[in-house]
């Protein structure tokens, strides 16, 4: 089960946020504030555990099951 919340935050703090999502290859703020969440809620347990890969999974799955990711990746996977 999800729950949505809501989130005030300075036009400073967002605009420094959309900078850094940006930058760091997340695809908007609220990714990278449960990456964050996740990271400072899991940082304690086994970091390849289940826990860290459950509380990803489905963030995650939604960008690794695509064509643009599959293309992304593609130049690894010629055959030599």
Do not use: C, P
């Not at 809620?41 to 643009?68: H, P």
């Amino acid at each position: 089960m999800t729950e949505q919340i809501n989130l005030r935050l300075s036009g400073d703090m967002i605009s420094r946020a959309k900078d850094f999502a940006m930058k760091n290859g997340f695809s908007n703020v609220q990714e990278l504030i449960k990456d964050i969440l996740r990271e400072k809620l899991f940082e304690k347990e086994n970091v390849g555990g289940i826990f860290t890969y459950s509380a990803s999974e489905k963030s995650l799955s939604k960008y690794w099951l695509t064509k643009e990711e599959d293309d992304a990746w593609a130049h690894l996977q010629k055959e030599k």
